[in-house]
């Protein structure tokens, strides 16, 4: 394999401001002046936490699993108040994470709740890059959303990625084709998580995000690919080998949309997960 153009880029909720929205059909108003639309992807990488999600009341995501990313969606610009409970405990009760989210126009994202490095909720989002990919090649994104200290990730059992750290991510354009990669402790070899066979067809976007817990030992991949010759049309799942992804069965319910590089988190609440509610 053919390893191009490496880029290293952090992604955090401080640094990367982040804006999430989401809407029913027929469900809630759309916000005053709405404005062009963005899109957006959600992934949830926090184990052992069934969710729904609402918003400004109204329920948007039931029984939502971790290790589930969603289709992206359009949404128009505006504010939306952001609730998500342990599944069944909503809307009345204290949820879980909440957050006032600001929606703006253009671009592609992901939002990601996920495990910080020391173990503790948080929402990160990344832009994601479905531009043109080089013909012959793909476009390979690795994410570190899990409570695991640095990582390498490796093709074929050679380096690709190195020391990488809760929540930054690595960029590389790739030769399409099958890779069996896996993630190991930084500088070591000692897997972590993996091995799997990613499918890079030729033309996509394909982002891997290594969550949950080394603690709790449920690290796993999960896996979302975009076809950058119409990206409009948004992503598909593409298989990676036991990470045991699951396509979001209420899809039709959402619409999430955010701006990928003007991305804003707005209101003062903060993630607040009881610890109790995470396994």
């Known amino acids: 394999m053919t390893y191009r153009t490496a880029i290293a880029a952090a992604a955090s909720a401080g640094a990367c401001a982040l804006a999430l929205g989401a809407a029913a059909p027929a469900a809630m108003a759309a916000p005053e002046r709405a404005q062009d639309k963005g899109m957006v992807s959600v992934f949830h990488g926090i184990p052992g936490m069934t969710v729904d999600v609402y918003a400004n009341g109204d329920r948007l995501l039931s029984d939502f699993k971790p290790g589930t990313v969603t289709e992206p ?21 204290k949820p879980a994470l909440e957050k006032q989210v600001k929606v703006t126009e253009g671009g592609n994202a992901t939002v990601a709740a996920h495990l910080s490095a020391d173990g503790d909720p948080e929402l990160t989002a990344y832009a994601n890059d479905v531009s043109a990919v080089k013909s012959g090649d793909a476009r390979l994104t690795v994410r570190h959303v899990a409570a695991a200290p640095a990582v390498d ?119 607040r997960l009881a610890a109790g509610r995470r396994d």
């Not at 128009?76 to 342990?86: K, L, M, N, S």
């Not at 897997?191 to 817990?213: C, F, H, Q, R």
């Not at 975009?226 to 992804?245: Q, T």
């Open 73 to 93: 969606q359009p949404l128009d610009a505006g504010t939306y108040d952001i609730q998500v409970f342990e599944a069944g405990q909503g809307p009345d009760g």
């Open 153 to 271: 990730v490796r093709a074929g059992g050679q380096p690709v990625f190195k020391d990488l750290t809760n929540p930054k991510e690595d960029t590389a354009s790739v030769d399409a084709g099958t890779v069996n990669a896996d993630v190991v402790l930084a500088g070591t070899d000692t897997v972590a998580i993996g091995p799997a066979d990613l499918n890079l067809k030729e033309g996509t976007s394909n982002i891997v995000y290594a969550w949950g817990s080394a603690k709790d030992k449920n690290l796993a991949l999960a896996t979302q690919t975009f076809d950058s010759r119409d990206a409009a049309r948004g992503a598909s799942h593409a298989g990676a080998g036991g990470a045991g992804i699951v396509p979001n069965s209420t899809g039709q319910w959402l619409t999430w949309a955010a701006a990928a590089g003007v991305v804003t988190l707005t209101g003062v609440a903060g993630a």
